[in-house]
């Protein structure tokens, strides 16, 4: 049933659009196995999916909407690492290890998932050698990409760094030229390493530069060989 009270057809994995392009490496069975042990659940704009430190009971494929993936310290402070959108798949590193999640995921948008029971992605990864394959290369990209944004932030000044995270957003996530975003100035600032004051101020300081058009909740890329230089020499 949905929100409007009219019901709506379920889907199952077999016929899914929406499930992650990892999910092609798996049989007809394998498919039922998971339509067998996985949830949806919709969640609206803000609330949590989960939280580190809590078990990882479940894995993760985002279906609709926009989360941020972010690590928090013992004072609330949050770090943006990346963000997650449609067809996005997601597991705990802690699954084989410790079982806990090690990051917490937060809506910013109204987003569906489906929540798969982590034993069953585990006997699937043992027998599929290809979906197993697959999932590796996955999770080392991921690596290498978290790897780069944490290098990044070490080494650029806060202008590298808007200016980073400006095209990270034109190009991984709204994929369109100019972008209307849904992340908070916070948000912008989380996400590039900086307190919100600064991120504002430059943001304000690249439109008057004709670098890019800003209106607190679009972005339009002008001179982007300037901008991709400032991001690459920080």
Known sequence: MSEDGKDTKHVSCLNCFKRAPLFNMLTIEELNNIECHRTEVTFNKGELIHKSGTQSSHVISFNAGLAKLYLEDHKGRHKI??????????????????????????????????????????????????????????????????????????????????????????????????????????????????????????????NNEGIIEYDKKSIKIVNRDLLESISENG
């Open 81 to 206: 690492i990346k963000l997650i959108k449609a067809h996005d798949f997601f597991v705990s590193p802690g699954v084989f290890s410790n079982n806990r999640h090690h990051f917490s995921i937060k809506t910013l948008t109204k987003s569906s998932v489906c929540m798969i029971e982590t034993e069953v992605f585990k006997q699937i990864m043992q027998v599929n050698s290809k979906f197993a394959f697959e999932y590796i290369s996955l999770i080392n990209n991921n690596l290498l990409e978290i790897t780069a944004k944490m290098h990044n932030l070490v080494r650029k000044h806060n202008t590298g760094k808007i200016a980073e995270t400006i095209l990270y957003l034109e190009s991984e996530i709204y994929q369109t030229n100019p972008y209307t975003f849904n992340l908070s100035s916070s948000d912008i600032a989380d996400l590039s390493g900086m307190g919100r004051d600064s991120a504002i101020r430059i943001l304000n300081e690249f």
